[in-house]
């Protein structure tokens, strides 16, 4: 999770990229939002575009990651 200027940014890696997008889809369609949100699905399997998160918590592992 990185908040920045007011925005929210969660990186998450899923195992089934075409569930989460429906499930996320569904949410959208179905229930009214209280705050504006949306989300972007891309492959990375280097996780190259949340590396900077990562940098600045050089020493999390395991259940402090």
């Known amino acids: ?3 920045w ?3 929210r940014t969660l990186y998450f890696q899923v ?3 075409e569930v989460a997008n429906e499930f996320l889809q569904s949410i959208l369609r179905e229930k009214p939002a209280t705050r504006p949100w949306d989300f972007e699905m891309k492959q ?3 996780w190259t575009e949340a590396a900077h998160i990562f940098q600045l918590f050089p020493m ?3 259940a402090d990651a």
């Open 60 to 62: 999390a592992n395991g």
């Open 5 to 7: 200027n007011g925005m």
């Open 15 to 17: 195992y089934d990229p």
């Open 1 to 3: 999770r990185a908040t």
């Open 44 to 46: 990375d399997f280097k």
